[in-house]
């Protein structure tokens, strides 16, 4: 099944689409059954690409597993944040570093006249 605005391949269980966000739950089992046959009547097999593995990303709405190419949420619709993902890790990071630097200088300057 395909995307009525952008053209591009449907997830079978999505209720949006993943590259241009438009709503195709309106699409109903029939609409679907006829375009799957009329695909498999129209084109040739063709071999499978090999799947290259992708960084997992979730949806910030509705926490739906998305693949990074998507610029939309196929479940909610909602519009990726890819860059919230990737800086997540950083952050907590140099939280980290940050909190264990201030307990190094407390510790420091509290025990350097006991020592």
Request: glycine content about 6%; charged content about 20%; hydrophobic content about 35%.
């Amino acid at each position: 099944m395909y995307c009525p605005k952008c053209g591009q391949q449907l997830n079978a269980d999505g209720s949006f689409c993943a590259f241009c966000g438009k709503d195709v739950a309106y699409l109903n089992e029939k609409q679907a059954a006829a375009t799957a046959l009329d695909e498999q009547a129209s084109t040739p097999v063709k071999k499978q690409p090999k799947l290259t593995m992708q960084k997992q990303v979730y949806c910030n709405s509705c926490g739906t597993g998305v693949f990074s190419k998507d610029n939309f949420c196929y479940q909610c619709g909602k519009k990726a944040q890819k860059a919230y993902y990737n800086q997540g890790r950083q952050r907590k990071w140099l939280i980290a570093g940050a909190c264990l630097t201030v307990f190094c200088l407390s510790a420091f300057f509290v025990f350097r006249y006991h020592l």
